[in-house]
């Protein structure tokens, strides 16, 4: 049996104008090399942290978002049939 790799791509959302209001902060942040930072309740500096294929933040746009996931080449592929 011949395994395929999986890329996992995940994109941090940016606050919503809600959030903003009420004075909220961004507590996942989207590092280089697909590293992502969950910052947690308990304490100032703790930090949960996780790997990906591609971690992006929420200035990338949608345009970035297909590029990382490979999805801009396979596109005209899905649609040629």
């Known amino acids: 049996m ?17 959030e ?3 004075g909220d ?3 996942v942040v989207a590092h280089d090399g697909g590293e992502v ?5 308990q304490g100032e500096g703790l930090k949960r942290q ?4 591609a971690a992006l933040s929420p200035r990338h746009c949608q345009q970035q978002v297909y590029d ?5 080449s396979l ?3 899905t649609l040629t049939g």
């Open 2 to 18: 011949q395994w395929e790799k999986v890329t996992v791509v995940v994109r941090v959302r940016p606050l919503s104008q809600r």
């Open 20 to 22: 903003q209001q009420r």
């Open 25 to 27: 902060r961004e507590v």
């Open 37 to 41: 930072s969950v910052l947690l309740p």
């Open 50 to 53: 996780f790997r990906f294929s």
């Open 68 to 72: 990382s996931c490979g999805l801009s």
């Open 75 to 77: 596109l005209p592929l």
